[in-house]
């Protein structure tokens, strides 16, 4: 498969196979995304494509990813949406990360907090165990 050639696709959306026609799709580029297992069958298109396939209209995303390059920083891009589209949630990858560590990882730091002390306090009872033992052994 190269750039340039027809691609025949059968969809499955929203986790259901389609009972639609297939839709013949020009492939544009070919791309690597980096979480797709191998066996995964992934495309990229747009929601125009994606409701021809689908048969729907939604008109929708949930989640939309944007590349800055070029000399173009991804907080300039992040600040150029807000500006286009105030209605958007936007944020940088940069912002996203901080976000988790103040917020996202703080269950796994009260679990771990939970399991040291019950480690300790297990550490502490085994050895007290073994020198009560020792003792009356004595």
């Not at 990229?44 to 070029?70: E, K, M, N, W, Y």
């Amino acid at each position: 498969m190269s750039p340039g050639q027809t691609v025949t696709v059968r969809s499955e959306c929203l986790g259901r196979q389609s009972i639609l026609p297939t839709v013949d799709f020009e492939v544009a580029g070919i791309a690597t995304f980096p979480f797709d297992p191998e066996s995964q069958l992934t495309a990229a298109v747009t929601i125009a494509d994606f409701d021809r396939a689908c048969g729907s209209a939604q008109d929708q995303a949930d989640l939309f990813l944007v590349a800055s390059h070029g000399s173009v920083t991804p907080e300039a891009a992040v600040e150029a949406i807000r500006q286009l589209r105030p209605d958007l949630y936007t944020f940088s990858n940069d912002q996203l990360v901080s976000r988790f560590e103040l917020v996202g990882f703080s269950y796994f730091r009260q679990i771990s907090t939970v399991l040291a002390t019950v480690t300790l306090l297990f550490s502490i009872l085994l050895t007290s165990v073994l020198l009560t033992v020792s003792v009356n052994q004595r």
